[in-house]
């Protein structure tokens, strides 16, 4: 969250597109101040899960580096696209999107760096079964009021087989207040109530929202979408990392679960038809 203005701020309404035009805004405006708080931890070319700090180079959740290499691969909600230079430094042919021209030209041109798009996460501007795997790392799906459609988006651009993961702020976060210290360790709201955490100016236009959904939500649109859910992991905090982010500190690391990172997969074509899961037919 990204904290009071000179407006107001709390859990209210935020409608879909308004949501939209304001975390664009919000992130064009503060691309520069971010990176700066935040850019050493993430790096230029670094493919961070969360403010954990797990790192694709040694969870894997995309699948081995080398199977990736000449693939075609998708971030959705890049911010600056730090992870997609990673994958594209390791042959990875990425593609960078997020809705915020400012976030994707925050860093220099690199070497084999990614092809960059804006565009809304909601409608990807690509064809169907187009991209290998697609990923999001704390991206997108928390800033928008109807997240089942980038995941049937997503599947939609998955050919059969490809992977999509995504970490969020873990859901049972919101129960908490957005504080590192010892005030953030007692529930203070129902983890059920799903109004969105809005910010509004004096004018009451909306400035920035994140969007609140419980896991069995999450899962829910997955499958809706026709994607298998693969993982669901839960960072733990490790020893020795003592960087505060936000509501993120060690503190409530060792006693609160603080990212979900969802590994899920359109359901592969099998040479007897249709492969068939929980949720019937695909």
């Not at 999509?164 to 007692?186: E, K």
């Not at 679960?257 to 492969?275: D, E, H, M, N, Q």
Request: net charge neutral; with cysteine; aromatic share 8%.
């Amino acid at each position: 969250m990204s904290g009071a203005g000179d407006g107001s701020a709390g859990y209210g309404p935020a409608g879909a597109e308004e949501s939209l035009r304001a975390n664009r805004r919000w992130w064009d405006a503060e691309a520069s101040d971010y990176l700066g708080s935040h850019g050493d931890f993430l790096g230029e070319a670094d493919f961070v899960w969360g403010p954990e700090g797990l790192r694709e180079a040694d969870a894997a959740l995309l699948g081995p580096l080398p199977h990736l290499a000449g693939r075609r691969v998708l971030e959705v909600g890049a911010g600056a696209g730090q992870c997609s230079r990673w994958l594209a430094r390791h042959g990875v042919r990425s593609v960078a999107l997020d809705v915020s021209a400012g976030m994707l030209g925050a860093l220099p041109p690199a070497d084999r760096s990614p092809i960059l798009v804006q565009a809304d996460a909601r409608r990807l501007p690509f064809a169907s079964a187009s991209f290998d795997a697609a990923f999001s790392a704390y991206g997108a799906v928390p800033f928008v009021a109807d997240p089942e459609r980038i995941m049937a988006e997503v599947a939609r651009i998955l050919r059969p087989g490809g992977r999509w993961v995504f970490s969020i702020t873990h859901p049972i976060r919101w129960a908490f207040p957005d504080d590192p210290g010892p005030a953030g360790l007692t529930a203070t709201k129902s983890y059920f109530d799903l109004r969105p955490y809005a910010e509004r100016d004096a004018a009451g236009r909306l400035v920035y929202a994140e969007h609140h959904r419980t896991l069995g939500d999450r899962v829910r649109d997955l499958v809706a979408a026709g994607l298998e859910l693969l993982d669901l992991v839960e960072p733990t905090w490790p020893a020795g990392h003592d960087r505060t982010w936000g509501g993120w500190s060690p503190l409530r690391g060792r006693l609160l679960p603080g990212t979900a990172i969802f590994v899920t997969r359109r359901p592969p074509v099998t040479a007897s038809g249709p492969r068939v899961t929980a949720s019937g037919p695909q």
